[in-house]
């Protein structure tokens, strides 16, 4: 299995790295787009929109990214790499996004910030209805039951049919903290930073 | 509310502070995350505790240790960033959030707008050291040594700017059951921004939980019991 993680400059490429090899998984990370070449891309999310879509743009990355998924490939983006698979975010005064999920990002309230932990639970079959799901069976859990960290000031609204999505929270319900469409995933919380359950997710997912 | 733990850093290794002065060490870092995880801590301020002498060469070493770190714990992380320079070798650490105490107090506008872009507004914290001299609230400043008071502090510009506020009362630092929460008193700050530490207990727990405080950061003595994080954590449902 070859686990790509893109690196365009936008912090913690480490912690992601560390989550994925603590499933035993080696990973490579990527900063030419050319040299992608993998089963599984990771897009980690850490800045403003406005900034991480002109690096993906002036890296050629975003072309490369629709490539990888033409190609058959899985994609997964964590807190901003999920929010720039959308069409539109409003972060940064508005910013086009890779349109890869039928969906928007908004501000989750004036002045409001969701930083802390929330509880998660899904059936494993759920997520695998779609075309993502975990190819190499690296775990027999059927149930994730655990809790994941949030540090985050914008949401994902999705507006796909037929997709797999959790919300947030109850407080944050119209918002996705994980959503699964085909080779697509996106989680809005850190998993590399969720302790337990993000092992549990890692091994479910790949 | 989160309940976590601050972990100070000094010459690449942990010590314990009391009263802002006394410092005993604790060992390496890694460690004590490893310990802070396996207890479910939900997070870890890793602050250095410098003053107008740090050296950008102290701060490298530092930031050589904090880079090899291994941890799923979400990581705060500041003391002596002072400039774009120091900013820049924060950029591929294992780390969540920045701290900024000095450049907030001394209103460094450039430098947080450079780390709001690096990093996002969701990740910047400001810290305040503060403390009470007679009926005024006096805010430490590391980067000159010296105390001003909270009222010539521009706390616009850090409501702004910062996520969040951490105010650490440093007269009771390292102390139990003592944070002064007088100090909160008229604090122009929203309680949800707020995340409070210095001297606390179980009891400021429970207080924390109904003031509405986004968080609290135990000190030394989290790491002194095995599992007390699990009394701090029952101690909010008591409440």
Request: aromatic content about 8%.
């Amino acid at each position: 299995m070859k686990v790509n993680i893109l690196d365009i400059g936008s912090g913690n490429i480490s912690s992601i790295k560390n989550w994925v090899e603590k499933a035993n998984v080696p990973t490579k990370i990527i900063k030419n787009a050319q040299h992608i070449e993998s089963d599984l891309l990771i897009l980690p999310g850490v800045g403003s929109a406005g900034s991480y879509m002109n690096r993906l743009k002036e890296g050629n990355y975003d072309v490369a990214i629709r490539e990888h998924l033409a190609n058959g490939g899985r994609l997964l983006g964590i807190c901003l790499g999920f929010q720039i698979m959308t069409q539109h975010s409003e972060e940064d005064g508005g910013v086009n996004c890779l349109g890869l999920i039928d969906g928007y990002v908004e501000r989750i309230g004036a002045d409001i910030s969701h930083n802390g932990w929330e509880s998660l639970q899904f059936r494993s079959n759920e997520m695998n209805e779609q075309s993502f799901h975990n190819q190499h069976k690296l775990t027999k859990k059927r149930v994730l039951n655990g809790r994941v960290f949030y540090n985050h000031e914008y949401g994902v609204v999705n507006n796909e049919h037929d997709s797999f999505s959790t919300s947030v929270s109850s407080d944050f319900s119209q918002y996705d903290g994980l959503f699964v469409k085909n080779k697509i995933i996106g989680i809005q919380f850190h998993p590399e930073k969720s302790q337990i359950t993000g092992l549990d997710l890692i091994s479910m997912i790949l | 509310m989160r309940i976590g733990s601050t972990v100070l850093l000094s010459e690449q290794n942990c010590i314990q502070s009391y009263e802002w002065r006394l410092k005993r060490p604790l060992g390496r870092i890694q460690g004590v995350l490893d310990s802070l995880e396996e207890y479910q801590c939900d997070e870890v301020a890793i602050i250095r505790p410098v003053r107008e002498n740090d050296s950008f060469a102290n701060f490298q070493k530092d930031i050589e240790v904090i880079k090899k770190l291994s941890s799923m714990t979400p990581i705060s992380f500041g003391g002596g960033v002072r400039t774009l320079e120091h900013l820049k070798l924060l950029q591929y650490l294992p780390i969540e959030r920045l701290i900024f105490s000095s450049a907030f107090i001394e209103k460094n506008e450039k430098l947080i707008l450079g780390a709001k872009s690096l990093f996002g507004h969701q990740a910047i914290q400001c810290l305040l050291p503060i403390t009470r001299k007679g009926t005024e609230v006096w805010v430490y400043n590391s980067s000159k040594n010296n105390y001003i008071s909270l009222t010539s502090v521009d706390t616009e510009f850090i409501n702004e700017l910062a996520n969040e506020v951490i105010l650490f009362d440093i007269t009771h630092e390292g102390m139990s059951n003592s944070f002064d929460w007088t100090l909160l008193k008229n604090m122009p700050f929203d309680s949800k921004k707020i995340v409070v530490s210095g001297g606390i207990g179980k009891g400021d727990i429970q207080k924390a939980q109904v003031n509405g405080i986004a968080s609290v950061l135990v000190d030394n003595k989290l790491l002194h019991q095995e599992y007390s994080i699990l009394g701090y954590k029952h101690a909010t449902k008591l409440s």
